[in-house]
């Protein structure tokens, strides 16, 4: 018995002794964390990148990424989205209204090293005209020139009087001594923005595994203050299920475009907060306009329905849709529906001739153009070619609710008498079908900058083949789009922004089909400093500036901020413990090692 007694007590003061010093290597670590251990901030998304390559980006992921690398001349506000400083400083224009001066931040360096100057402003929006780069060239109206008079001054000349420059112009600074190594438009394509990504932004990218992840390390010299988070890490997921575990989990820190299902399941989660944010995408089913009257679609070819650009035919299709079923069942209430192509409160118009839901009237509409049944089977043949009435239709593997409401409009369709082919692509295939024209109808999205200027841009004919949905092309509103670059009033730039609206909704060329409430989540019992973008029902990541990702700060393990929080110092009560009970264990030991030689002894 006193064998085991010992024996028992040498392991428990063993045990006791060597979980003593576990304890206290443990506070160690915790009160003192390694120097090289890095802060790292995690994104979850379903929407995987192609390219980031500034100049030719496409994808929201990407923008979101070329965001947090590159700055832009001028940027929005945080508080209500007005125009704000950026790279650019201050400016003023001059009296007859042709010349635009800016004083340009000085101290400012690349992620290389190299100084940056106006001179890599000029260069830029110098090479997007001289190349003709279609994604940025209509921020840039009646340029005459562009020139930096020396390295903190900017000079910006019209041949048309136009504020232009104040919209602001959303084009990324690229560096001079980098982009000027490229032959043309076409040699500068074949980069994919990584390796080598020069910016002057708040993250650098340093590592790109295609259809995993990416990773951007803090830029410490940051003009704009260095970024709390060491690494902004964004994942990709391959549905929005598996993300959401991965945030529940504490895998990611952050999920984006949240589906309403899955952002109500998160509702009551101590360790998660939700963000409504106001409305600052519309997905729409777009129509193919191609025709030989559009310099592109001649050049390259075309292959579509002949119905797609057939004005009443689009109609009968409008009235087929029911908006408010796909906000209720799709969106469960998290949206509204859509009408007109910019969200802005400011700019938005509302349709006085608004198009309802009416299957009746799509019958009346489609039977009055010549779109009959003939042989009594339920589906209509096309006026001229008897053909049957079936379309091509396309929906996205990355974002399932255009899936779904696929799904609620062929069956819309199909009971006005036509027929669907509907096939899902993703992104990367989508984007190749919509460049060779070869396509009826899609669903898709639009990302919608706070300023209408670039969005009512992309109708226009000469972004045929660059942002063109459609290939639309209407001369009218080509021109009256031109005039809305150049009017000497606020109050005259609105109603051209109105009337250009109005112009796309009664044309169609794209059905608005809801606009989407902004879902975000968070661990936020591991993160905090986010602001909102405006500061009512606005985003809270991913915004126009670095009001958030410069500022997002880990919380400490006693709920303070920061990443290295300082407590009052010296061994926690717990080590104590664990050091006296060995002591006293091990002395109890010894005094049963005394007590048997002393019997041994007698």
């Known amino acids: 018995m006193r064998r085991m007694v010992r024996v028992l007590a040498l392991s428990l003061a063993t045990a006791m002794l060597a979980a003593g010093v576990f304890v206290v290597q443990a506070a160690a670590q915790d009160e003192s964390p390694a120097e090289d251990e890095k802060v790292t901030f995690t994104v979850g998304m379903v929407n995987d990148a192609i390219t980031f390559n500034p100049m030719f980006m496409i994808e929201t992921p990407e923008y979101a990424t070329a965001d947090l690398v590159y700055d832009t001349f001028l940027t929005w506000a945080q508080d209500d ?124 990218l340093v590592e790109w595994r295609r259809g995993d992840f990416w990773r951007l390390e803090a830029n410490p010299d940051y003009w704009g203050g260095a970024p709390v988070v060491d690494e902004f890490v964004f994942r990709v997921f391959q549905n929005e299920e598996t993300m959401v575990q991965a945030l529940q989990q504490g895998e990611i820190d952050f999920a984006d475009e949240v589906p309403p299902s899955l952002f109500q399941s998160m509702e009551g989660d101590p360790n998660i907060t939700l963000n409504e944010g106001r409305a600052t995408t519309f997905i729409q089913m777009s129509f193919n306009q191609c025709t030989d009257e559009v310099d592109y679609c001649r050049d390259i070819g075309w292959n579509h329905h002949p119905a797609t650009t057939d004005p009443q035919f689009r109609l009968a299709v409008e009235h087929a849709i029911d908006r408010q079923v796909l906000v209720d069942r799709i969106k469960l209430g998290y949206g509204t529906p859509g009408t007109t192509v910019i969200l802005d409160p400011r700019w938005h118009h509302d349709p006085p001739n608004v198009v309802t839901h009416d299957p009746e009237e799509a019958r009346r509409i489609l039977e009055e153009a010549g779109y009959v049944d003939s042989d009594g089977d339920g589906v209509r043949e096309t006026p001229g070619t008897g053909e049957p009435l079936e379309l091509r239709f396309i929906v996205r593997t990355e974002n399932p609710d255009t899936i779904t409401a696929g799904e609620f409009i062929s069956e819309w369709l199909r009971d006005v008498g036509i027929v669907t082919q509907t096939e899902a692509l993703n992104d990367s295939k989508l984007t190749d079908t919509w460049y060779s024209n070869d396509w009826d109808m899609y669903i898709w999205g639009w990302g919608v900058e706070p300023d209408p200027n670039f969005q009512l841009s992309s109708y226009t004919t000469g972004q045929c083949g660059t942002w063109s949905d459609t290939c639309y092309s209407n001369p009218a509103y080509d021109e009256l789009f031109s005039q809305s670059q150049s009017v000497e009033t606020v109050e005259e730039r609105e109603a051209a922004v109105a009337e250009l609206q109005q112009m796309l909704y009664d044309d169609r060329p794209e059905i608005v089909l809801w606009y989407e409430t902004y879902l975000q989540a968070y661990r936020s019992d591991r993160w905090t400093g986010f602001v909102q973008q405006p500061s009512e029902q606005g985003s809270i990541l991913f915004q126009y500036g670095h009001y958030s990702d410069i500022n997002i700060t880990p919380i400490s393990a006693d709920g303070g901020s920061g990443a290295g929080s300082e407590d009052s110092g010296g061994i926690p009560a717990i080590v104590w413990i664990g050091l006296v009970g060995a002591v006293v264990v091990i002395g109890g030991v010894m005094l049963l090692r005394r007590r048997r030689e002393d019997e041994d002894e007698a």
């Open 81 to 204: 989205m007005s125009t704000a400083p950026n790279l650019a400083e201050s400016w003023e224009q001059s009296e007859d209204g042709l010349t635009w001066t800016f004083d340009i931040r000085e101290g400012i360096t690349w992620h290389d090293g190299t100084p940056f100057t106006a001179n890599d402003i000029a260069f830029t929006f110098n090479w997007i005209i001289d190349e003709g780069v279609g994604a940025y060239i209509d921020y840039l109206p009646f340029t005459d020139e562009i020139v930096a008079t020396d390295d903190t001054t900017l000079v910006w000349t019209t041949t048309t009087p136009t504020s232009a420059p104040l919209y602001p112009p959303y084009i990324y600074i690229v560096p001079e001594h980098i982009f000027s190594g490229y032959a043309d438009k076409a040699d500068a394509r074949k980069w994919k923005g990584f390796p080598d990504a020069v910016g002057t932004g708040p993250f650098e």
